[in-house]
């Protein structure tokens, strides 16, 4: 069981917002930079967002994150049935020394 | 673009050694970036395994650490995986995974990943 946690689903309808949270501790969220990052099915993973909120190049701007102390929170906004995927939240773990991964977030696009 | 691919046996036995290599393309292995290992089990979520950063220095996650090692070989453009005494607890899918943007490695984020490469642990 991770120290890192997500709900195990969410769903959604085309063109709603849906949120992932990821709740954590002093030692990981509440100190240190969250990422998040898309598994396509079948795929690698893909990092989404970046330092709690910023997003690489390529990546929709309906993809947006944020963080308030030991959560955070992945929204994507106008849901698209290509964004079902499972959703991971990382951040690094100052008691780990090194990333944690939540448990992942299967979305579901209905 | 970095691009990473992992290679190795994809059945290993119980109690023997799993050792998997990452081969680095379009980028520097010597430059100041954090190479990864992360695994997968089949139907489950993301594990991290253990990272060597440019410098030499690995940190390994505490519940592998006593099998685990994790080096680079610069001039062969690779890093590798070394995980002793195996038990079906390993089966998972292995990806190689980099870190090349310059941040502490508390701020850094694995922006490439290999395709991974299934290891079944099994007789």
């Known amino acids: 069981q991770s120290v890192v946690t997500q709900p195990p689903s969410a769903s959604g309808t085309p063109g709603q917002r849906v949120t992932i949270s990821c709740s954590g501790s002093?030692?990981?969220?509440?100190?240190?930079?969250v990422n998040w990052y898309q598994q396509l099915p079948g795929t690698s993973p893909k990092v989404v967002i970046y330092?709690?909120?910023q997003r690489p190049s390529g990546v929709p701007d309906r993809f947006s994150g944020s963080k308030s102390g030991t959560s955070a929170s992945l929204a994507i906004s106008g849901l698209q049935s290509e964004d079902e995927a499972d959703y991971y939240c990382a951040v690094w773990d100052d008691s780990l020394n090194g990333p944690v991964f939540g448990g992942g977030t299967k979305l579901t696009v209905l | 673009q970095v691009q990473l691919q992992e290679s190795g046996p994809g059945l290993v036995k119980p109690s023997e050694t799993l050792s998997l290599t990452c081969a680095v393309s379009n980028y520097s292995i010597r430059s100041g970036s954090f190479w990864g290992w992360i695994r997968q089990p089949p139907g489950k979520g993301l594990e991290w395994i253990g990272t060597i950063y440019h410098t030499g220095n690995t940190y390994y996650n505490p519940s592998l650490k006593s099998r685990l090692t994790i080096s680079v070989a610069t001039s062969k453009k690779q890093f590798s995986l070394r995980l002793t005494s195996v038990t079906a607890a390993d089966t998972a899918v292995y990806y190689c995974a980099s870190a090349t943007v310059a941040v502490p490695a508390a701020m850094s984020w694995f922006d490439s990943w290999g395709q991974g490469t299934l290891v079944t642990v099994s007789s």
């Open positions: 002093s030692s990981n969220i509440g100190s240190n930079t």
């Open positions: 330092t709690d909120d």
